[in-house]
């Protein structure tokens, strides 16, 4: 069992490019989530779904975009990638059963540079 | 807003006792949680407290009083491996965690 895997491990992304970090889980979670992780600053939820075929927005969700198709795979797509957007993106999944209380479990996560 | 305040870096010796401090404020609360993190590694959970008082786990315990907004994790015979981020988390009335920037434990020989 992997747990939450996550492609790829790092990227380096020129400007205004397109970019799709895929997630992955295998525990059959309901919930799952995107943070990115920057130097000095707590984790910050881009997005996030509840079940599959719904999403919402973070407390950072501009610049990015999701979707759940099934209950397995969260992408999270950078449109059109900018510097400021260079950081750490962790993807996460809880079982979504305890009425939103539940242990979230994070992927290895995805190092991305935008030049 | 919405706040977590932990202290940014801790140094400890091996074999002692480190207690990491945590203050939330949120809006409403839905409990208060506590994660490792290793350099370039994912966090992984520690532990979980709703009520007040303390939970212990192993060499690990956590503490919450919700009425002052404080959490604390407590590490006990502290081993190399221990040398690490920890990351506190407090769950708002959305369900949605609010994340401390984390403290990063060093610990010395």
């Known amino acids: 069992i992997a747990g939450i895997t996550q492609a790829p491990t790092s990227q380096i992304l020129a400007a205004g490019r397109r970019m799709t970090l895929r997630c992955t889980q295998d525990?059959?979670?309901?919930?799952m989530y995107w943070y990115r992780q920057d130097l000095g600053l707590g984790l910050r939820l881009i997005h996030y779904?509840?079940?599959?075929?719904?999403?919402g927005k973070g407390e950072v969700p501009d610049g990015y975009s999701v979707s759940r198709a099934n209950t397995d795979d969260f992408p999270l797509t950078l449109a059109s990638a900018v510097p400021s957007q260079t950081s750490v993106y962790f993807c996460?999944?809880?079982?979504?059963?305890?009425?939103?209380?539940?242990?979230?479990?994070f992927g290895p996560g995805t190092r991305l540079t935008v030049l | 807003g919405q706040n977590i305040d932990q202290p940014t870096e801790m140094t400890a010796t091996e074999g002692a006792i480190v207690q990491i401090n945590c203050t939330y404020q949120?809006?409403?609360?839905?409990?208060l949680f506590w994660y490792q993190q290793h350099a370039g590694e994912a966090p992984t959970f520690l532990s979980y407290?709703?009520l007040d008082g303390l939970e212990e786990k192993g060499r690990f315990s956590s503490f919450l009083s919700r009425s002052k907004g404080y959490s604390y994790l407590l590490l006990k015979e502290l081993q190399m491996k221990d040398s690490a981020s920890y990351l506190c988390?407090?769950?708002?009335?959305?369900?949605?965690?609010?994340w401390g920037a984390g403290t990063k434990l060093i610990i010395k020989p």
């Open positions: 996460a999944s809880s079982a979504g059963t305890s009425g939103g209380t539940d242990t979230q479990y």
């Open positions: 525990m059959r979670h309901n919930a």
């Open positions: 779904s509840n079940t599959a075929g719904t999403t």
């Open positions: 949120t809006s409403g609360f839905n409990g």
């Open positions: 407290n709703v």
């Open positions: 988390a407090a769950m708002d009335s959305n369900y949605q965690l609010i």
